[in-house]
């Protein structure tokens, strides 16, 4: 099991910039990568960007050169720093964490925390 548990988010004008925040406990040596995904109202949910326990990184092309995220292997954290807000960016963003167990995988979420970029 591991539990995730988020912060940051909020209101915030267009070309503005937030920082996303997840802690991640539990059963973290399992924790193969860490991520964001998000969704807006009547859509579906959708990865922003997530990170491997050795660094390497994806982005949707929806926020390259925009978004960056970051992983703290020693506090067990993500982070993920939005820039240039646009008003499309806003949704309830969700920290996720992915684990394997043999040969299998699963996903744990946060709770998710709102960003809303107004025009």
């Known amino acids: 099991q591991v539990q995730l548990v988020e912060s940051g988010g909020g209101l915030v004008q267009a070309g503005g910039s937030l920082r996303l925040s997840c802690a991640a406990s539990?059963?973290?040596?399992?924790?193969?990568?860490l991520g964001w995904y998000r969704q807006a109202p009547g859509k579906q949910r959708e990865l922003v960007a997530y990170?491997?326990?050795?660094?390497?990184?994806n982005y949707a092309d929806s926020v390259k050169g925009r978004f960056t995220i970051s992983r703290n292997n020693a506090k067990n954290t993500v982070d993920l720093q939005m820039n240039s807000l646009k008003p499309e960016d806003s949704a309830v963003y969700y920290c996720?964490?992915?684990?394997?167990?043999?040969?299998?995988?699963?996903?744990?979420w946060g709770q998710g925390t709102q960003v809303t970029v107004s025009s």
């Open positions: 539990g059963s973290i040596g399992s924790i193969i990568t």
């Open positions: 990170i491997t326990l050795g660094g390497s990184t």
């Open positions: 996720n964490a992915r684990i394997i167990m043999g040969t299998m995988t699963s996903d744990y």
